[in-house]
């Protein structure tokens, strides 16, 4: 069954420090999606991008944060200068159709990032 | 303000038992989602419901639109459904807003 896959599946980085977490969504998908999960907090949705470009996007997907389909295939998330607050697990997802639709989304196993 | 509030949000159960766990929301959706999150922190999607109610093996959704209610029940639970149960709808046009979760632990 085909998948979505996230790597890396962990990344330490420092405060300050640039990081790209990168995705490979399902192959037909058209929509792909960023959610992050703040360890013992519920999912938060950050972004979403369709016919490369972003769709909407939450209060929390401020400057610091880009995103990109630079080849057709991989979706990463890049934070330009990581803070602390940054520390949590990122999902990729995406999905045939629109959320509103009910299409079912296809998640990604998870990076877990940590900011010292 | 929560637009998804999940209850309980902890539970816990003997195996063999009907499990159900509940999730209301307050802005007007299409449809609504159920996700099961394993201890290793993937997620997975249970169901998507616009209406009425979805069967998937043990597991059964229902949703009242009118009410903007929705139910997960898993009969004859076993401890390998243990995971946290989340519903999340969604807002504007392409964007899921998730409730905090239900965590169920289920004990042989």
């Known amino acids: 069954e085909p998948e979505v896959t996230q790597t890396p599946s962990h990344q330490v980085t420092q405060m300050g420090q640039e990081v790209i977490l990168r995705c490979v969504p399902i192959s037909n998908h058209l929509y792909f999606y960023w959610y992050r999960q703040i360890l013992g907090q519920k999912v938060e949705f950050l972004v979403s991008f369709y016919n490369n470009e972003i769709s909407e996007k939450s209060e929390i997907f401020d400057d610091q944060f880009s995103v990109e389909r630079p080849d057709g295939s991989n979706f990463t998330l890049k934070i330009r200068s990581t803070k602390l607050e940054d520390s949590a697990m990122y999902f990729c997802?995406?999905?045939?159709?629109?959320?509103?639709?009910?299409?079912?989304?296809?998640f990604g196993p998870g990076t877990r990032l940590l900011v010292l | 303000k929560n637009e998804v509030e999940q209850s309980p949000q902890n539970l816990t159960a003997q195996e063999g038992e009907f499990i159900t766990i509940n999730c209301s929301y307050s802005?007007?959706?299409?449809?609504l989602h159920w996700l099961q999150q394993h201890p290793g922190g993937g997620i997975v999607s249970l169901f998507m419901l616009s209406s009425g109610k979805k069967k998937h093996g043990r597991l059964i959704a229902t949703i009242n639109i009118q009410e903007k209610h929705s139910s997960l029940h898993i009969t004859a639970s076993h401890p390998r459904d243990s995971a946290v149960y989340i519903c999340a709808v969604p807002l504007g046009t392409d964007k899921l807003i998730f409730g905090t979760g239900t965590r169920l632990q289920v004990f042989p």
């Open positions: 997802a995406s999905t045939l159709g629109l959320a509103t639709t009910g299409e079912t989304q296809y």
């Open positions: 802005v007007g959706i299409s449809a």
